[in-house]
């Protein structure tokens, strides 16, 4: 008579930790939801390993889900209190001249920003737009070029001794893809010493 065999490791428990650890959020989460509650059901019923499996992958999803729902909230409670502050995320492409921007830095790749009204603190506006005519991408040095000498002479009719000492910033497509998306230079002027209440194009 053969001895009797060990009882393996129950699969769904297996697959519920590989799912909520390597798959993440979303598909991933809900395997690791659904195998680890099979796999904890057929462990009532037969003599298998893997129960601390199966309850280890619903933790793991458990927790993607708090941190997602974390997440969310936290994007929702700030939307709403830039809304009460009178903040609105603008994209960077749909800027046009006469936004003031509350908070401007040039460290990184700008996609959006905060604008506000005029009248409240801001660092920076918006004082001309160009757009490219129609066709193929003409490289980034030259579009970086052309945006130089447009937004240098478009801040002419601006200078005053109160803002000679702006910085003069652009928005410019670097590549083919930002090109198709949108062929605009945007022109910025920020205070480098503080914040503005006054606008410089109205």
């Not at 690791?32 to 009532?44: E, H, S």
């Not at 999803?61 to 708090?66: D, E, N, P, T």
């Not at 936004?99 to 790749?109: G, M, N």
Request: proline share 6%; aromatic share 8%.
């Amino acid at each position: 008579m053969s001895p009797p065999q060990a009882p393996g490791t129950n699969s769904f428990a297996i697959a519920a930790l590989l799912s909520s650890i390597i798959g993440g959020l979303g598909i991933g989460t809900i395997g690791g939801l659904v195998f680890g509650t099979i796999a904890l059901r057929q462990l009532k019923r037969q003599p298998q390993r893997g129960r601390g499996l199966a309850i280890t992958g619903l933790v793991f999803a458990g927790l993607h889900i708090l941190i997602a729902g974390a997440a969310v909230a936290f994007f929702i409670i700030t939307e709403q209190r830039n809304a009460d502050a009178g903040i609105d995320a603008v994209a960077a492409t749909d800027l046009k001249a006469g936004d003031c921007i509350k908070d401007f830095s040039a460290t990184s790749a700008v996609y959006r920003l905060p604008t506000v009204a005029c009248t409240d603190p801001h660092t920076a506006e918006v004082y001309h737009v160009y757009t490219f005519p129609a066709g193929s991408y003409p490289g980034k040095s030259r579009v970086e070029a052309e945006s130089d000498d447009r937004c240098g002479a478009a801040f002419e009719p601006y200078l005053t001794p109160e803002t000679e000492k702006m910085d003069i910033y652009y928005l410019y497509p670097t590549n083919s893809s930002e090109w198709r998306e949108s062929r605009g230079i945007t022109c910025i002027a920020v205070e480098p010493s503080g914040t503005r209440t006054t606008s410089l194009t109205r």
